[in-house]
């Protein structure tokens, strides 16, 4: 029995909170509520340079050589920090297609490109309400173009292409688009946390080379189920941090003469917090192991991860600003940038219930089996 | 990470299978589950044969020393001697208390000749060892305790009242703390001992529980005489030995009680909602999701203990996750279950109840195990206080003479 990180890891780990903690404090998040500053362009290039980009890539196309654990350990750190980068767009999904279902030569135009940080992806498949479904992509792909109209897409209105979700004649399938080209309209749109901006794409007859390896939904469930666990793991790091947050203030804050965190009401609370985090981190942890060994068994630890992490950062995101009171309630307090990205990342790649129900239908899988 | 076990792990894995396939048959998780706790006089005959039989194979008392009838072994090998127990159908463990968390403390502080009396029978079944600390008005607050042991002569005599003592109507021993100076703060005036439980001056009356059974008691001392080989700790340590005696329980983790998530599955499989199965309406379907999360993530929680107790580290108070999750999604579950059956869910026939009437004993047994061993609150205090650094509840006894407070109990 080893689960636990490898030494490595946690070397990462180490290495990406001391850089974070200097180069992505609460003060750049805040700042990319309004507009995004330079700083977070920055920051990006930056993590290229690290490496970052390019953890879990293929090292013939600039990829870094790590696997899941160290893919891992980063969304967590960037989920705990509010990173206002779109790694789990940019890297976890777009460039995870292009790795998963791309040709060679789409691999060796993109990924080390994206790797460096010289260009960035978009991941389009959500068209407005509803949850992740073949029925739910009405774009259509014909005769190597695009029509259709995707909403909300990550890092749409920065990004220089994207991989869009549309229906050939065989149904699902994945094509990288030029998002400079011809056909192409993005409007930005709010979005419930602003520091991670996203757009609205419509494309008209818009040209588009399709994923050779994305043909059906299957494929794109695959993907999302990939995503998944660094999505989780970003959402675990979030909940880390608004708990000791929490835990901080009820420490140094007093009424009726004592730290409000000796009173019963807020170590209660506090603790339940404590509890689902944990139970979030030890399903994480698991999925991790899946997604680098285990294949057969990444759909349920997947969404097992995705369903517990999501709840749990509501819950440190809530209960953060509650443990604060009225100043929690501030727009200059930190506590609602991580309730703006619980809930972002909770619809980031289809609702709670979208993963309770995959959760459930590969559940009867693994039972069938 | 990877989940396999080390070559000496798989190793003790593959004895112990062994021995439990040679000896028990498989669990059948359709077949009626016992009653909580209840133990007659044949289950208890049988789980003192089991004991023995576990014992003389070397796989009870796993990490005890060798020199007391131990195997020496490691915290991982009683994790994966639990994990296999678990999937074969063995007698209720009466033998838990005993040999967690008494025989343990009277290593820490008995003298040679009382363990070369006691330690052995206890592990080979055949004396059964309880744990008398909790009083009437001394539950989550149990350095509170009233019972007074006081000196005579060379001997101690002591007089009171404990209450939810698990088994003592079928112990043979136990270990009691008692306060000895009631005049110095309450964690100071204690003093552990073992007693004999059927000396005279101890009386068991059984309590007769809401889900039914009699699985703890009341234990009376009238003037119930003690020599001093029998005291544990110096006089006033009591507060010590009783941690050393706690800590023990730690480990003492277990599978979740049933009715757990398997068996809701199963159940909404089984029944049926609107002429289609439970488990095909979404409704049910999201209730079952959101236990399934937390089982697991409970599940893997207990990999990272596992992780932490291979490396020869100690888990901490972190492990009362699992007694506030299990309890309170027993409960949850068993209601829910209930309320899968509609009308019939009130029924807790055997004969007529799904599953033997597992849902509604659970939902019985519930209340029990939100307070037995911890309740909810403790275990919440525990981890903000001891996990989260949380200052502590300020506490107007704390510093005060016992007796100066005591009327008002």
């Not at chain 1, 990319?32 to 920051?43: F, K, N, S």
């Not at chain 2, 059948?28 to 014992?55: F, S, T």
């Not at chain 2, 007769?208 to 006033?236: C, K």
Request: aromatic letters at 8%; one cysteine or more.
């Amino acid at each position: 029995m080893n689960f636990a990180f490898s030494d490595d890891s946690r070397l990462l780990r180490d290495q990406a909170r001391r850089f974070l903690a200097e180069r992505c404090p609460a003060s750049l998040v805040r700042a990319a509520l309004d507009a995004a500053p330079p700083q977070a362009a920055a920051l990006w290039r930056e993590m290229a340079g690290l490496g970052w980009l390019g953890v879990g890539l293929p090292e013939a196309h600039g990829g870094a050589g790590l696997g899941a654990e160290a893919l891992c350990v980063l969304a967590e750190e960037l989920g705990r920090a509010l990173a206002p980068v779109p790694f789990l767009s940019g890297r976890c999904l777009a460039a995870e297609a292009i790795a998963q279902c791309g040709s060679p030569a789409q691999q060796a135009a993109w990924l080390p490109r994206l790797a460096a940080g010289e260009a960035t992806a978009a991941f389009a498949l959500a068209e407005g309400a509803g949850d992740p479904s073949p029925g739910a992509i009405r774009a259509r792909l014909r005769n190597g173009r695009i029509d259709g109209t995707k909403l909300p897409v990550a890092d749409g209105m920065n990004a220089d292409i994207a991989v869009i979700a549309a229906q050939d004649a065989d149904g699902p399938v994945l094509a990288l688009v030029d998002l400079a080209g011809p056909g192409v309209e993005r409007q930005p749109m709010a979005m419930i946390d602003p520091s991670l901006p996203h757009a609205n794409v419509t494309c008209r007859a818009a040209p588009a080379e399709r994923l050779p390896g994305a043909a059906g939904w299957n494929a794109i469930a695959a993907l999302l189920d990939r995503a998944a666990v660094p999505a989780a793991f970003a959402a675990l790091g979030g909940a880390s941090a608004a708990l000791e947050m929490a835990v901080a203030y009820a420490k140094e804050r007093h009424a009726f003469g004592r730290a409000i965190g000796s009173f019963q009401a807020i170590k209660h609370k506090l603790a339940d917090v404590y509890v689902a985090v944990e139970l979030a981190r030890s399903n994480a942890w698991y999925a991790c192991w899946a997604l680098e060994r285990d294949a057969g068994a990444l759909p349920l630890a997947a969404a097992t991860a995705k369903v517990s992490a999501d709840a749990a950062f509501f819950q440190a995101a809530k209960e953060n600003i509650q443990t604060h009171g009225g100043i929690g309630f501030t727009w200059d307090a930190d506590p609602h940038l991580f309730y703006r990205r619980a809930m972002l990342l909770a619809h980031a790649l289809g609702g709670p219930r979208f993963w309770k129900e995959r959760m459930m239908a590969a559940l009867e899988t693994a039972n069938a089996a | 990470m990877d989940f396999d076990d080390t070559p000496d792990e798989a190793a003790f894995r593959a004895e112990a299978r062994a021995f439990l396939d040679a000896n028990r048959p498989r669990k059948d998780r359709a077949r009626a589950a016992p009653r909580y706790g209840e133990v007659d006089a044949a289950e208890l005959a049988r789980a003192k044969a089991w004991q023995a039989r576990k014992a003389a194979a070397g796989f009870a008392g796993i990490t005890w020393p060798r020199e007391w009838g131990g195997r020496g072994g490691s915290p991982m090998q009683q994790i994966i001697w639990n994990q296999e127990e678990a999937g074969y159908d063995v007698p209720y463990d009466v033998f838990l208390i005993g040999l967690g968390m008494c025989i343990p403390t009277l290593m820490a502080y008995a003298g040679r000749p009382v363990l070369e009396r006691y330690v052995r029978p206890a592990l080979r079944g055949e004396e059964i060892w309880c744990q008398l600390f909790s009083e009437p008005a001394a539950g989550s607050d149990v350095a509170g305790l009233c019972t007074r042991a006081e000196r005579n002569g060379e001997d101690w005599v002591v007089n009171g009242q404990k209450v939810w003592t698990s088994g003592a109507h079928f112990c043979d021993f136990g270990l009691l703390l008692a306060r000895s100076d009631p005049a110095v703060p309450k964690h100071a005036g204690l003093t552990a001992f073992w007693i004999d439980m059927k000396a005279p001056g101890v009386e068991v009356r059984p309590i007769h529980q809401m889900s039914g059974g009699s699985h703890f008691n009341e234990v009376f001392f009238t003037d119930l005489r003690l020599a001093d080989r029998q005291r544990l700790g110096a006089p006033g340590q009591g507060w010590k030995v009783a941690l050393t005696t706690l800590m023990n329980e730690r480990l003492a983790v277990g599978e979740p009680r049933r009715p757990d998530i398997h068996d809701l599955i199963a159940l909404a499989r089984a029944v049926a909602i609107d002429g289609r199965p439970a488990i095909a309406d979404p409704a049910v379907r999201l209730k079952i999701a959101e236990w399934w999360a937390d089982s697991a993530g409970l599940a893997y929680t207990r990999f990272r203990t596992m992780t932490a107790l291979s490396r020869g580290q100690t888990p901490g108070p972190e492990n009362a996750i699992a007694k506030v999750v299990n309890a309170a999604r027993l409960q949850a579950i068993a209601a829910y279950g209930m309320d899968l059956l509609g009308q019939a869910g009130a029924i807790a026939d055997p004969a007529l109840a799904p599953m033997a009437g597992l849902f509604q004993d659970g939902l019985l047994a519930a209340p029990g195990q939100r307070i037995a061993g911890g309740t909810d609150e403790i275990l919440r205090n525990i981890i903000a206080e001891r996990v989260l650094g949380l200052p502590a509840e300020p506490r107007v006894d704390k510093d005060m003479p016992f007796n100066r407070h005591a009327p008002a109990r």
